[in-house]
Nanobody, 125 residues
Framework: QVQLVESGGGLVQAGGSLRLSCASS????????MGWFRQAPGKERQFVAI????????YYTDSVKGRFTISRDITKNTVYLQMNSLKPEDTAVYYC??????????????????WGQGTQVTVSS
């Protein structure tokens, strides 16, 4: 079972940047799609971005395209989410997660079986 620990959240003004990190323990990191999701107060958890096992394939929800970049460092077992041009509507708890199957590039939340504890991102206007 993979364990995931997110970090890097915080309070930032609109237009600012943050970089989230997700450190993974376990053998699945290099073979599984990794994803970032977020949950705003009173809302369901939603997909933000995914990255394939090799790191060469990515996919983003429309609202973050051009502003967020997902990446992974296999040598450090870590996946990142660089967030630029942040907006108040980006405020949420951000979670990283691992897909339940190896080498499967899907973004549906129900396909992710290992979750971190989340890190809070707050963007002030």
């Amino acid at each position: 079972q993979v364990q995931l620990v997110e970090s890097g959240g915080g309070l930032v003004q609109a237009g600012g940047s943050l970089r989230l990190s997700c450190a993974s323990s376990g053998r699945t990191f290099s073979t599984h799609t990794m994803g970032w999701f977020r949950q705003a107060p009173g809302k369901e958890r939603q997909f933000v971005a995914i990255i394939g096992a090799s790191g060469s394939t990515t996919y983003y929800t429309d609202s973050v395209k051009g502003r967020f970049t997902i990446s992974r460092d296999i040598t450090k077992n870590t996946v990142y989410l660089q967030m630029n041009s942040l907006k108040p509507e980006d405020t949420a708890v951000y979670y990283c997660a691992a897909h339940v199957l190896p080498y499967t590039f899907e973004y549906q939340i129900e396909r992710f079986g290992s979750w971190g504890q989340g890190t809070q991102v707050t963007v002030s206007s």
